[in-house]
């Protein structure tokens, strides 16, 4: 029996946090540059007089804080966005690694008791179609395991069976055809559980 279920992808990162996030990147960059080039105009803005060698004085002296003013103003204006982007990267990954670490936890319970429980994770969390593809793959996988021990119980059953008609003599043809049909269906649960 062959599996004809359109095959899913699974989105861990949703399509749009990359537009948002180069949007957002994009006006904060901009807005920060700009409020740069404001700020650095009012610290250096310098009004003339009229005789020229105060106006001489006046351009010395912003010679002078000129460059002191933009490189404190620039760490000021850059240095703080990229303090505050390395702490939504955190903040982000963190939203990440955790359902990761849960995803490890739970499939090492499940594979010490697999129970019937499913795989959750924060409303915070990133990852919800990956928990979602994780639990309907433990689903069928739980399904597969079901059907395949009640065929073996009804295999070992009726094999029971025939070892018992066939020492008391009798005809066993009709339960090998039920046997057979028993092994084929296990094959084919088998088939479908490594597709």
Known sequence: MENHEPK??????????????GVFLAIFLT??????????????????????????LKLLELQESILLKSVLTSLVFFAFPCLLMAVFLIYYSHRIAGPMFRLKAYLREDQKDPGGKDLHFRESDVLHTLAESVNKVQHRYRADTQAITASLQQAEALLERLTKEHEAGNPVDSQLAKLNVLCKDMRQSVVVIKT
């Not at 990162?13 to 996030?21: A, D, G, S, V, W």
């Not at 409020?35 to 001489?56: D, G, N, P, R």
């Open 8 to 21: 899913t992808l699974v989105n861990i990162i949703p399509q749009f946090f990359y537009r948002r996030m």
């Open 31 to 56: 807005l920060i540059v700009g409020l740069w080039q404001i700020y650095l105009y009012f610290q250096t803005k310098v009004f003339l007089e009229f005789h020229y060698s105060a106006v001489m």
